[in-house]
């Protein structure tokens, strides 16, 4: 059954009104027929079936038949602040994220970035998030992860003091590992600092356990920047049960 997100003032009287690309993806490409059933959600943490009662040129009228809350959402909070990688690694990287059940992610500028998005910024950010709407409807989520706008790293690291834990992938770091902070960890919300291709750099790693960011090591081999993020996020996920 294929699934959409609205925003909740599309959700009037019992029928759920869809327009835009969502319209243009049920009317053209998946060529639905009146009285077929869709399902609906508004990111609220509600899930709507929905048949459909009226197809116009370009809208499409649902009536919602059945409500329940979605349960795919993971009950901690997972950001990941991802060092911007070069070519199409972002959009990989968004995607697996995404299935796993990221919260948000933030791009980040570090002192080994080597991808320059001057200018094209805002267009990377749209294209982003349009990878994750694609994610988290394929992965039937409760909710579209955010990709945030870009950050410099200490802006970054500013940001995450807001969450409960920090955690940094260190390759020098050979005692801490996920399961044994996990152990002691008994807050909402969880950042993963993962460098770009070059990594972290000595100064960066410095600033970042000034500010109670915790170094961890994912074990005797080094990951891809690619890889590190959701390596990371599967690993927590799974140690906190969820």
Same mark, same amino acid.
């Given at each position: ?51 459909i009662? +009226?197809?116009? %040129? ?5 009536? $919602? &038949?059945?409500? *329940?809350?979605?349960? /795919? ?31 948000e ?18 267009k ?44 940094i992938?260190? +390759?020098?770091? %050979? ?5 044994? $902070? &996990?152990?002691? *960890?008994?807050?909402? /919300? ?19 356990v ?33």
């Amino acid at each position: 059954m294929a699934k959409f997100f609205i925003s909740n003032d599309l959700i009037k009287d019992n029928k759920i009104f869809l327009d835009g690309e969502n319209a243009n993806h049920i009317i053209n490409s998946l060529r639905c027929k009146i009285g077929e059933e869709i399902e609906i959600s508004s990111g609220d943490g509600y899930d709507y079936i929905c048949k459909i009662e +009226e197809i116009n %040129k370009n809208s499409v009228v649902t009536t $919602i &038949i059945d409500c *329940f809350g979605n349960e /795919s959402e993971p009950k901690t909070k997972i950001k990941l602040y991802q060092g911007l990688p070069k070519s199409e690694k972002m959009e990989l990287i968004i995607q697996k994220c995404v299935e796993l059940g990221i919260d948000e992610i933030v791009s980040v500028n570090t002192d080994r970035t080597i991808v320059k998005l001057t200018g094209k910024e805002d267009k990377k950010i749209v294209r982003w998030n349009k990878i994750s709407e694609a994610a988290a409807k394929q992965s039937r989520r409760g909710k579209i992860p955010v990709i945030q706008p870009i950050l410099n790293f200490s802006d970054a690291i500013k940001q995450a003091n807001k969450n409960s834990l920090n955690i940094i992938p260190y +390759e020098k770091e %050979k005692s801490n590992t996920i399961k044994s $902070i &996990i152990k002691q *960890f008994n807050g909402n /919300s969880i950042g993963i600092f993962i460098g770009p291709e070059g990594g972290f750099s000595e100064k960066e790693i410095t600033l970042a356990v000034e500010n109670n960011i915790i170094p961890i090591t994912l074990g005797k081999r080094i990951l891809r920047t690619e890889t590190a993020g959701f390596i990371t996020t599967a690993i927590l996920l799974y140690e906190l049960e969820d």
